[in-house]
């Protein structure tokens, strides 16, 4: 069989998205206007930023920011630091951003950006130069009102606390909501940290419950043990599911029996490495095959493909990386009864707490890590719930994945129609 895999060993994003867009145009007659739109970011930025190094010579370093689409509010979206981003991969992540805000129901539109630059070989005050420069080179693109950046890949608290000072030393005042992703003694949100992993936990929730599969119990594989897996792995622990596998990029645990996830926090805190849990040691591509009800890809991009998903026993997929299945493998799951729990859903409660910390820095009032909690799940079952009305609704069946797309696409023509940009048919 044909790889589904581009020259760059990789599906591109955009070639996901085109999939979806033209699935979603099939079954819900976009108009070329309408598809045209979609595919066209509002505005594209591409600056050249120099930046003194510490031997005082100066290095140029290509930057980027794209503000995808402007109609459901300002733009939204992290800047990542990697030696390969370039403008097409910071195209593709904002327009997944737009979708996304749009599947969450949150009033931002998409945005995204980058540094070509490997930060591991900046010295400290390299990387503060070069992260002040940005804004420096971007304030007039950017503000709480017109596209708020976050942390990605390789960026954390600590550059949007330098970037968050740099703009406001040159908006000469204080604007804690042009940026999100802040340390929370610099205006950050309480749960920032494990919000993506609840969000997804909820979504799960909200799925066993509506397919009646009874959560008790219930297998789980969770391919990636960083941020977002951790996380997950102890709320599906506390909520009554069995974490059966867990891995890194190194390799993978397997416990039949169930792993005992509050043990491995404490290992883990000790300094342990996943291994000394004393579990079976397994590869990552057996974890992704094992015999449970959910797997979890929460690791990188392209894990399930064509050359696995014959492979694939679990009945449910939710997608908490950013596009780990692709278009191919995702057709086929679906062909063969195993639903997909697109990325837009699944792992929309890292942008929804975003979106929180900003509500919290434009109205000056801090909510607690509880609040933030119930807000959180009151958002994302709001999410899930407007996918099934638009799946149990439809005349024909409708993945996950489709009804995602279909609610994210109608929600931004329909904005676009009402500020009087596109003519559609009523909703
Ligand atoms: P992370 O860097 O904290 O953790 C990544 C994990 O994946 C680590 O355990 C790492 O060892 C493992 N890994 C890396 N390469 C691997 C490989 N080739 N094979 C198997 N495992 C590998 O990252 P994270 O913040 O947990 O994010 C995980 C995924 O979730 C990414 O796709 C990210 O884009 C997506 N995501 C994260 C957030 C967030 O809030 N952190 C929000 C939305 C989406």
Redesign the pocket.
């Known amino acids: 069989m044909d790889s589904d895999l581009g020259h760059r060993g990789q599906e591109t994003l955009c070639e996901v998205c085109t999939t979806e867009l033209d699935r979603v145009a099939e079954v819900g007659l976009l108009s070329d206007r309408e598809l045209d739109l979609l595919q066209r970011p509002k505005q594209k930025l591409n600056i050249n930023i120099p930046v003194r190094m510490d031997d005082g010579s100066i290095e140029v370093f290509p930057s980027f920011r794209i503000q995808y689409n402007t109609a459901r509010g300002p733009t939204k979206g992290g800047i990542r630091f990697h030696p390969a981003v370039d403008a097409d991969e910071v195209e593709e992540l904002a327009f997944l951003m737009a979708l996304k805000c749009a599947v969450a129901n949150i009033p931002f539109g998409g945005a995204k950006g980058g540094i070509q630059v490997d930060p591991s070989r900046l010295s400290t005050g390299e990387l503060e130069r070069l992260s002040r420069a940005y804004i420096r080179e971007y304030h007039q693109n950017i503000g709480p009102n017109t596209d708020i950046p976050a942390p990605?890949?390789n960026t954390d608290g600590q550059i949007m606390a330098w970037m968050r000072d740099e703009y406001e030393a040159i908006a000469g005042r204080q604007t804690p909501g042009v940026i999100t992703g802040k340390p929370p003694l610099l205006d950050g949100s309480e749960g920032?940290e494990f919000?993506?992993?609840l969000g997804g936990a909820v979504v799960l929730n909200e799925f066993v419950r509506e397919s009646n599969m009874g959560n008790h119990g219930l297998d789980v594989a969770i391919?990636?043990?960083?941020?977002?897996?951790?996380y997950l792995a102890k709320f599906l622990h506390e909520r009554g599911y069995s974490v059966v596998a867990l891995?890194?990029?190194?390799g993978a645990i397997y416990d039949a029996s169930g792993i005992d996830v509050p043990a491995l926090f404490e290992s883990y805190e000790d300094g342990d490495d996943l291994f000394a849990y004393g579990a079976e040691r397994i590869t990552?591509a057996e974890l992704l095959t094992l015999p449970v009800d959910i797997l979890i890809p929460?690791?990188?991009?392209d894990?399930i493909t064509s050359d696995n998903m014959e492979e694939i026993q679990a009945d449910v997929v939710l997608e908490?990386?950013?596009?780990?299945t692709t278009s191919r493998a995702d057709a086929y799951l679906n062909e063969q009864g195993v639903p997909v729990i697109p990325?837009i859903l699944a792992?929309?409660?890292?942008?929804t707490a975003s979106y929180f910390e900003w509500v919290q820095n434009t109205t000056n009032e801090y909510w607690t890590e509880e609040q933030v909690r119930k807000k959180l799940a009151d958002q994302l079952q709001g999410a899930f719930a407007n996918l099934r009305v638009i799946k149990t609704e439809s005349d024909e069946e409708r993945t996950w994945r489709e009804a995602a797309y279909t609610r994210a696409v109608d929600s931004i023509l329909d904005a676009e129609q009402l500020r009087g940009n596109l003519t559609r048919d009523a909703p």
């Open positions: 990605d890949v920032r919000a993506t992993s391919q990636g043990f960083g941020n977002v897996g951790s891995s890194n990029i190194e990552n929460a690791a990188i991009e894990q908490m990386a950013n596009a780990p990325d792992n929309a409660g890292g942008v």
